[in-house]
Nanobody
């Protein structure tokens, strides 16, 4: 079974930056997309960004211009560079294969990585 492991979260001040990693146990190019999602306390999980296997990228409006998704095929890893972080970016971030900005309800989620934006 392919595993996806998220890492890179932490505590950061508003305006700061973090880079999240989504490491797969096999090539991410085997999937049509790799998506990043997040779930804030008390809220539903929402799509943040995704990258397709031909490197097209998509973002939810609230992170456009601040977040950048990319991949390193040699490391089977997809990254989410997050700049100009805001308090409302606080959430647990997850990645998932073959999803882009929306879930179908049948995903198997990893443990995610916690991003806390706080002054």
């Amino acid at each position: 079974q392919v595993q996806f492991v998220e890492s890179g979260g932490g505590l950061v001040q508003p305006g700061g930056s973090l880079r999240l990693s989504c490491a797969a146990s096999r090539s991410t190019l085997d999937y049509f997309t790799i998506g990043w999602f997040r779930q804030a306390p008390g809220k539903e999980r929402e799509g943040v960004s995704c990258i397709t296997n031909n490197d097209s990228t998509y973002y939810v409006d609230s992170v456009k211009g601040r977040f950048t998704i990319s991949r390193d095929n040699t490391k089977n890893t997809v990254y989410l560079q997050m700049n100009s972080l805001k308090l409302e970016d606080t959430a647990v971030y997850y990645c998932a294969p073959d999803r882009c900005l929306a879930t179908l309800g049948d995903e198997v989620w990893g443990q995610g990585t916690l991003v806390t934006v706080s002054s």
